[in-house]
């Protein structure tokens, strides 16, 4: 299955509101997660089964969409936020992620 | 605390062979399935390899490009995970990671990974 994430790239502001879109190849039902990952260090995961936030991620954050469409959003935009961001099917083997978009400061 | 702690990785020439290894501490080992997830240069991340936790039999799963070239294994008794690579090519230059998997799914705990570089 494969994920294509839109766009790859998105410069905004603190403050913006910011939604990162990821298309599956084929319906995955909500077998999708999304992960922050800052450079030099490890994935973090911060929403599973597509809406669900993690333990201590801020609410800022938010996951929607079933099938094959699928949405990240960041309500307001935090220093901290600015990182590359990843979604993940575990719908069926091969495991599949999106190319990733990176998130920059404007 | 729950920790992962990877080992292993190094320069390898291309046709060789590598073992990783991951230190699990802080969670029930045999209970979770566990992952070895691999970060290209400068590129996103790849899925590599899984093994299911003893309820179900530790039976594995591969990604296409590593499947007949690498093996993972686990050993409960010292909480440790393992990557086996053989054969190893250009392309499987990366940052491997070992991942815990909650219930199935979610990729909740990752190691800070080992770098894996193969060149001659």
């Known amino acids: 299955i494969q994920l294509t994430q839109s766009p790859s790239f998105l410069s905004a502001s603190v403050g913006d509101r910011v939604t990162i879109t990821c298309r599956a190849s084929?319906?995955?039902?909500?077998?999708l997660a999304w992960f922050q990952q800052k450079p030099g260090k490890a994935p973090n995961l911060l929403i599973g089964s597509a809406s669900t936030l993690e333990s201590g991620v801020p609410s800022r954050f938010s996951g929607s969409g079933s099938g094959t469409e699928f949405t990240l959003t960041i309500s307001s935009l935090q220093p901290e936020d600015f990182a590359t961001y990843y979604c993940q099917q575990f719908n069926s083997y091969p495991l599949t992620f999106g190319g990733g978009t990176k998130v920059e400061i404007k | 605390e729950v920790q992962l702690v990877e080992s292993g990785g190094g320069l390898v020439q291309p046709g060789g062979s590598l073992r990783l290894s991951c230190a699990a501490s802080?969670?029930?080992?045999?209970?979770?399935?566990m992952d070895w997830v691999r970060q290209a240069p400068g590129k996103g991340l790849e899925w590599v390899a899984r093994t299911r936790n003893k309820a179900n039999s530790y039976t594995t799963e591969y990604a296409a490009s590593v499947k007949g070239r690498f093996t993972i294994s686990r050993d409960g008794s010292e909480n440790s995970l393992y990557l086996q690579m053989n054969s190893l090519k250009t392309e499987d230059s990366a940052i491997y990671y070992c991942v815990r998997i909650r219930g199935r799914y979610y990729m909740d705990v990752w190691g800070k990974g080992t770098t894996v570089t193969v060149s001659s």
């Open positions: 802080g969670f029930t080992f045999s209970d979770h399935y």
């Open positions: 084929q319906g995955i039902s909500s077998y």
